[in-house]
């Protein structure tokens, strides 16, 4: 009578609970601080597949539910859990003030939005409470995109409070090679009172994550105790990427992970 995921459910996973993410402590604190005393600005870091949307997405949907749980997890249930499913999709107007949320929010996709889009944020008087929950989706891709000194005054201006989440990136070259960097300005990094990073999770937490999901979703780890280990160890402990071998597990007629699969497994490694 077990479920079995879809190869593409697994791929769009979204963690319901705090407790079903790797790693990531200090920016779990930092939203279990927002839901108990409310938000301020903040802006979360880190390399790609490392957590980061994931982590802000159970944040937004926990600051948006109506009855969250005594460990505040999002209910799962009520109006407005429905109506942000992943955190991306925006609540908020009539529809917010309908389903009886305390905060409103607005995604931003800052590698798309037009000056439009964000002159009629700033115009419509949409950001104008500090109920209004604002996420900019990869905030870096507006400096790229000359949109940046737009967007400060904005933030500057407008009473809402604003989530970002910013990429790193490892140098390749110069005096700094190496180093992680997120390439934003030093004007953008000063609008935001707590800035927090990604942290890898402990393999040993990892391990126990990883035995969880294939329960959850009916995989099996072939020799698990050489398999994990393997896996912890290919995915450098990015959560994003062990869930790309899950979904390659789940394509399969016998839903498997082997050490070989884990060996050949095909890593889009960006930095
Ligand atoms: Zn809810």
Known sequence: MSWS??????????????????????????????????????????????????????????????????????????????????????????????????????????????????EALQYDGALDSDKVIVYLDEVGALRRRRLEGKLLKLIDEAPAIWIASAIT??????????????RLSKEMRARFPIKVGTALPHPDDLYQWIVARTQEWNITILEEEVTVPAMIERTTRRVGYLIHMFTAAATTIERTISSEDVARFNLDSAD
Not at 46 to 67: D, E, Q, W, Y
Not at 87 to 111: M, Q, V
Not at 169 to 182: F, I, P, Y
Request: net charge positive; hydrophobic share 35%.
């Open 169 to 182: 990136l490892r140098r390749t070259q110069g005096k700094r090679k190496g180093e992680w960097t997120e």
């Open 5 to 118: 995921p879809s190869p593409s459910w697994i791929q769009r996973w979204f963690p319901e609970r705090w407790k079903e993410i790797a790693g990531n402590a200090a920016m779990i604190q930092v939203w279990l601080n927002f839901l108990a005393n409310g938000p301020c600005n903040a802006l979360f870091t880190g390399p790609n597949r490392s957590g980061k949307t994931r982590t802000i997405s159970l944040g937004i949907r926990a600051m948006v539910c109506t009855s969250r749980t005594p460990t505040f997890d999002p209910c799962g249930q009520c109006a407005s859990c429905k109506a942000v499913p992943e955190g991306r999709a925006p609540h908020n107007g009539i529809f917010a003030a309908l389903s009886g949320s305390e905060y409103s929010f607005h995604p931003i996709d800052c590698e798309n939005v037009t000056v439009e889009e964000l």
